[in-house]
C-alpha cells in the first residue's frame, strides 16, 4: 500500500536520552498541506495530537466523553491513500502507520488546547465526570492501541484564557470560565485518568504565566493544606508554554521567546521584580522551585514560530538595536469592525478581525511546498543559509539583529516600519543548551508544520536542530574504583571536563 510505502523501514529514534515532544496539528493537512507522514518522527520521542474536545452536561455528568474537532481530518479523509473498505481512515490511520514505522515513538492525544478548554473547569470539578472521561479515554485507547496516552492542554486553571471577544472562523470562542478549586481539581482529573488507564502516558501542558503559574499548578512544593497529591503523582512529564510571553497585544516590540530578560524597563516584558520578568529562565526556575516539579519530568516549550510587528515607531530605547521595545500600535478594531484591535497578517491569516500575527519559520525559510497560503508570505531569508537574509530582503531594507542577552534573533526594516522576531537555528540552540544545563527532561515543540518543508533545500532544520544540540551533549561516566582486595571503594566522586 501507498501509505505504509510512505513511511519505508522503522526507525530507533533519538539516540539522545531527552524527551522531544512535538505537537502536531490536526488542521495541517489543509491549507498548510503538511500531513502525518510528512513528521521526522526519528527525531522525535512523543507526538502530541492536536486537539480533542469534550462534552459535557450538568444534568447527566456520566455521559462525559471526549469529541473530535474534525471528524474528517481525524477518521475520513484518503489522504494517505487509505482504501475506504479499510477499518480506519484519515490521520488516526495514518498515526497508526506512522507508529509502525517508528515503534520507539509514543503517541499522545492532547485534549483542550485555546479554543476548546471551557469545559474542563466543570468536568474537574465533578467526579462524576471525570471517571466518565476517563473511561472514555480508555476506551479510545482500546479501539486506537497505537495511542499511548492523553494530555490535558488546559488554558489554564484559575487565570487566563480566552475572553470571549475572539473570533475563529467567524464564530466568537466562548470565554473561558474558572472556578476557585481549578488547580486542585486538576489533579483530581489527572488521578481518574491514571486509574483508568495506569499503564499509559498522562501530561498536562502547563502556562507561561510567570506571575500566576505557581498558583495555577500545584507541585510537591506549594501543595494546599491537606493535599497529599499534585501533578507529579500522576503525570509522567509536564510540558510548558515556553512562548508568547510577547507579542502584538503590548503594542510594542518585544520577544516571543526570551531566554532571558533584557534588565531594559521599555521592554513590556520587564518587571522591577526581578523574579517576575517574563522569560524562559524565570519560568523554568519557579516550575522547579516554587512548584517543586523534578527537572527530568519538566519539558520546556520550543516555538518554531514569531511575530511580525507593524507601524513600528522610531524611539529606538536600546542603542545598536532599531526597532527593539519601540511602540506598534495595532490597527484600530473600528477601522474593520472588529471586536479587537488587529495584529498584521501572519503566514496562515485568511479572515478579517482574526489575524495572529504568526510567522512561521517554513515561511521565514522556504516556500512552503505545495500549501496554500492565503497571503503573500515573507521569504525573506535564504532557504539554503536560513542563517542569512536573502539579496532581495537586503536590498529591500531588512537588517538581521541577535540579540545576545535575550539569545534571540530578529528582522527589522526601518522603510517599512516592521520589526519580525522569531527563532532560528542558533536560538534553538541556545534554548537546548539552557535545557541541558538545568537538567530538564527534554523540549517540546509546537508546531512541526512549522518548520521548513521537505521541499525546502533544507527541510526539518528547526528540528534537526534540536536533535543535533540534544546529541551533542557528553554521555554519562561512571567510574567504579576497588581497594587492593578487589573490593568497592563507596563515596568516591569523579567528574571529568573536556578541555
Not at 516590540?253 to 521592554?267: E, R, W
Request: hydrophobic letters at 35%; glycine letters at 8%.
Amino acid at each position: 500500500m501507498f501509505s505504509l510505502f510512505l513511511f519505508s523501514q522503522p526507525t530507533t529514534g533519538p539516540t539522545h536520552s531527552k524527551m522531544v515532544v512535538g505537537y502536531y496539528a490536526q488542521w495541517a493537512i489543509y491549507a498548510r498541506d503538511y500531513n502525518v507522514w510528512d513528521i521526522d518522527a526519528s527525531k522525535l520521542t512523543h507526538l502530541m495530537y492536536a486537539f480533542f474536545g469534550t462534552e459535557y452536561n450538568a444534568l447527566h455528568p456520566e455521559e462525559t466523553k471526549l469529541y473530535s474537532l474534525d471528524p474528517y481530518a481525524d477518521f475520513q479523509h484518503n489522504e494517505g491513500n487509505h482504501h475506504y473498505s479499510e477499518p480506519y481512515m484519515g490521520n488516526f490511520a495514518d498515526l497508526r502507520d506512522l507508529k509502525l514505522a517508528n515503534p520507539h515513538l509514543k503517541i499522545i492525544i492532547s485534549v483542550g488546547g485555546w479554543t476548546k478548554s471551557q469545559f474542563l473547569p466543570a468536568i474537574a470539578e465533578n467526579p462524576i465526570a471525570r471517571d466518565a472521561l476517563a473511561a472514555d479515554m480508555a476506551n479510545m485507547i482500546v479501539k486506537y492501541p497505537w495511542i499511548d496516552g492523553f494530555d490535558i492542554d488546559w488554558e489554564f486553571p484559575l487565570y487566563g484564557g480566552t475572553d470571549g471577544n475572539e473570533k475563529l472562523n467567524g464564530n466568537v470562542i466562548p470565554a473561558q470560565p474558572h472556578t476557585t478549586n481549578d488547580h486542585k481539581n486538576l489533579v483530581y482529573l489527572l488521578k481518574a485518568m491514571k486509574l483508568a488507564m495506569p499503564t499509559k502516558s498522562i501530561s498536562i501542558a502547563a502556562g507561561n504565566n510567570v506571575a500566576k503559574a505557581s498558583e495555577q499548578f500545584i507541585g510537591p512544593a506549594n501543595r494546599p493544606a491537606g493535599m497529599t497529591e499534585d501533578l507529579t503523582t500522576y503525570c509522567d512529564f509536564i510540558t510548558c508554554f515556553g512562548y508568547d510571553f510577547g507579542g502584538n497585544w503590548n503594542d510594542k516590540t518585544c520577544y516571543n521567546a526570551p531566554l532571558h530578560g533584557s534588565g531594559n524597563v521599555n521592554d513590556p516584558l520587564h518587571s522591577a521584580d526581578p523574579k517576575l520578568v517574563q522569560s524562559l529562565e524565570n519560568l523554568v526556575n519557579i516550575y522547579l522551585n516554587d512548584v517543586g516539579i523534578p527537572s527530568n519530568m519538566f519539558v520546556m516549550g520550543l516555538p518554531f514560530y514569531g511575530k511580525i510587528f507593524e507601524n513600528v515607531g522610531t524611539q529606538n530605547p536600546v542603542p545598536g538595536f532599531p526597532g527593539l521595545f519601540n511602540t506598534a500600535p495595532r490597527e484600530p478594531a473600528i477601522v474593520k469592525g472588529c471586536g479587537l484591535p488587529q495584529p498584521p497578517k501572519g503566514t496562515w491569516d485568511a479572515i478579517d478581525c482574526e489575524s495572529s500575527g504568526s510567522v512561521e519559520f517554513c515561511d521565514l525559510a522556504g516556500d512552503l511546498g505545495g500549501s496554500t497560503i492565503p497571503t503573500a508570505g515573507r521569504h525573506l531569508l535564504d532557504p539554503d543559509n536560513p542563517s542569512q537574509l536573502k539579496a532581495s530582503s537586503i536590498a529591500a531594507g531588512w537588517v538581521k539583529y541577535w540579540d545576545d542577552t535575550a539569545k534571540v534573533p530578529y528582522l527589522y526594516n526601518a522603510t517599512l516600519h516592521q520589526f519580525l522576531m522569531y527563532d532560528d537555528e542558533q536560538s534553538i540552540d541556545e534554548k537546548v543548551k539552557f535545557i541541558l544545563s538545568k537538567n530538564l527532561g527534554g523540549g517540546m515543540i509546537w508546531e512541526l508544520s512549522q518548520d521548513s518543508r521537505s521541499t525546502d533545500p533544507l527541510p526539518n532544520r528547526l528540528l534537526t536542530q534540536v536533535n543535533n544540540s540534544f546529541s551533542a551533549m557528553p554521555s554519562d561516566i561512571t567510574a567504579i574504583f576497588k581497594d587492593a582486595s578487589n573490593a568497592f571503594i563507596p563515596g568516591v566522586a569523579v567528574t571529568l571536563t573536556k578541555l
